[in-house]
């Protein structure tokens, strides 16, 4: 069973930052595209950022040049620098690895930005 186990949401203030891990086994780290979803109540789940193995990254118009996403190997973890903070950003955050047609999902974590 794969397991994707994010950490790192919370409560922050406009302009403030949060960093989300995500770990996971290392055969899906090192062969999924990993990345980060939202999703807010009542709408469709969509896509913050994605990394492939190789490094390559895709970031939504909304989070360019706020967001990182990095991984590290030794930890078979991958990370979402979140830096300033809007309150539309308010959303659960899912970790998601995949692979083809293969979707694997966290938990999700919650991160609220208040004005």
């Known amino acids: 069973q794969v397991q994707l186990v994010e950490s790192g949401g919370g409560l922050v203030q406009t302009g403030g930052s949060l960093r989300l891990s995500c770990a996971t086994s290392?055969?899906?780290?090192?062969?999924?595209?990993m990345g980060w979803y939202r999703q807010v109540l009542g709408k469709e789940r969509e896509l913050v950022a994605s990394i492939t193995s190789g490094g390559s990254t895709i970031y939504a118009d909304f989070v360019k040049g706020r967001f990182t996403i990095s991984r590290d190997s030794s930890r078979n973890t991958v990370y979402l620098q979140m830096n300033s903070l809007k309150p539309e950003d308010t959303a659960h955050y899912y970790c998601n690895a995949h692979r083809l047609i293969y979707h694997y999902w966290g938990q999700g974590t919650q991160v609220t930005v208040s004005s």
């Open positions: 290392g055969s899906i780290f090192r062969t999924n595209v």
